[in-house]
């Protein structure tokens, strides 16, 4: 069974840093598509960061603040969020997907999420 749990998810003032874990299980994370992903109530979800085979890849709205990577020995995925600003208010993500997937911002896995605020 694939688990994906995710954690350290706060409130955060802006221009402060944060940084969300990924514990996965049940899948082989060093040739899988591994992303963060995040969504706001009422809006559609948007990819934020993805990483394979130890290449990352992100979007316009974050590249430059955070840096995705992975700790292959924990089976972690982990996403550093530096500068945030409270667009980056979110609901974050953890997703798996296979390799072919990843150039589509597609997964096949999910976790449950963890809520990342950014208030003054």
């Known amino acids: 069974e694939v688990q994906l749990v995710e954690s350290g998810g706060d409130l955060v003032q802006p221009g402060g840093s944060l940084r969300l874990s990924c514990a996965a299980s049940?899948?082989?994370?060093?040739?899988?598509?591994m992303a963060w992903y995040r969504q706001v109530s009422g809006r559609e979800r948007e990819g934020v960061a993805r990483?394979?085979?130890?290449?990352?890849a992100y979007s316009e709205a974050v590249k430059g603040r955070f840096t995705i990577s992975q700790d292959k020995d924990k089976n972690t995925l982990y996403l550093h969020m530096n500068n945030l600003l409270p667009e980056d208010t979110a609901m974050y993500y953890c997703?798996?997907?296979?390799?072919?997937?990843?150039?589509?911002?597609?997964?096949?896995?999910w976790g449950q999420g963890t809520q990342v605020t950014v208030d003054s």
């Open positions: 997703a798996a997907g296979e390799a072919w997937r990843c150039g589509h911002w597609e997964a096949s896995y």
């Open positions: 049940g899948l082989p994370t060093e040739t899988y598509c």
């Open positions: 990483i394979l085979l130890g290449m990352p």
